[in-house]
């Protein structure tokens, strides 16, 4: 793949959240200035336990968070960012990403983090688009059935939302429940969903100042042709 060749996707968001226990207080736009710092060793210790990262190449100086933009080029498939504010914490790796046809990259990932830290709370998303997007969001809540989402024009769902929150201990008809309709879970705003299982932190505020460390790693071959298929098919 030609580094800076353009991608076949023009939006892609692909990330992991774990938060552990012992669970934050839900943090807003306001109070996310008092987050924990960014721990870099635990970063680096992160990154190089993910499945889909072989090795570090380059570790780059931390970034804010809010400033991860899209992949645009091949080159930027080799970077990976981690974010770990206490128990939280945040992974960007475009080797999440999956057409919504043939591949199921999230699913993998996920599935090796839920049982890597089957005690933490961990939520899933890729939203992959070009003339139309497609959206992909798995939650694994201790104590809950594993919840999933996901669909081009339609999204089918599996779980059941309002019992999940119920777990974590948060009120369906309480703040951040605004735009979401329980009665048609498929039409769900799964940002706003997904950030009061997140504590606040699935949503990134615009004046936040959490960091992230960014690496450019490598890629184990089968990783390496498994993102060239979703990113840049022939």
Known sequence: ???????????????????????????????????????????????LELPTVAGIAEEHPPMLRRKIGYPWTAD????????CWGSAVHITDPAFGENGVDTFNLDDAFEAQAKAHPEARIIAAVEMGSSAIYGKYLAHVPGAPRLSADGWDETYVSGDPVHTLGVCG???????TENLDFDNPELLVWSDYLNLIACGLYATYITERLQ???????????????????????
């Open 1 to 47: 793949m030609t580094p800076n060749r353009p991608l076949a996707w023009r939006h892609g968001l692909t990330q992991i959240l774990r938060i552990h226990p012992p669970v934050p207080v839900a943090y807003d736009q306001h109070s996310i200035r008092e987050a924990p710092p960014h721990d870099p060793q635990r970063a680096r210790r992160t990154v």
């Open 76 to 83: 930027d498939l080799d970077f990976v960012t981690v974010g």
């Open 170 to 176: 948060i009120d369906p008809g309480g703040p951040g």
């Open 212 to 234: 992230v460390s960014v690496f450019r790693v490598t890629r184990t071959e089968d990783t390496q042709e498994s993102i060239e298929e979703v990113w840049h098919p022939e």
